[in-house]
């Protein structure tokens, strides 16, 4: 998916293929195949929609409360509780 990497401290490995807690925003990538959601599990994750299936995932250290991409898909600003990313 290629993210720049971000001052909250995201961390990548093994998860579960689904949110664990509430989804506070989604946001589709310009050509509209993939979704991403926000959670207050501290995850942000990529889907799928055709297979709607996770392709890949980020956790924080503070739960992102929304998200968007950039018109070409290339950045992702997030605010956390408390927090302002880019």
């Known amino acids: 998916f290629g993210l720049p990497s971000s001052t909250l401290s995201p961390s990548i490995g093994p998860s579960p293929p ?15 195949r993939r979704l991403l959601s926000a959670s207050l599990d501290s995850t942000i994750r990529v889907w799928d929609v055709p297979t ?16 968007t991409l950039s018109p070409t898909g290339e950045y992702m600003a997030t605010t956390h509780l408390n927090k302002v990313g880019l």
């Open 18 to 32: 689904r949110h664990t807690g509430p989804v506070t925003d989604l946001s589709f990538n310009p050509s509209g």
């Open 52 to 67: 709607a299936t996770c392709v890949d995932w980020m956790r924080f250290s503070t739960a992102p409360t929304s998200l």
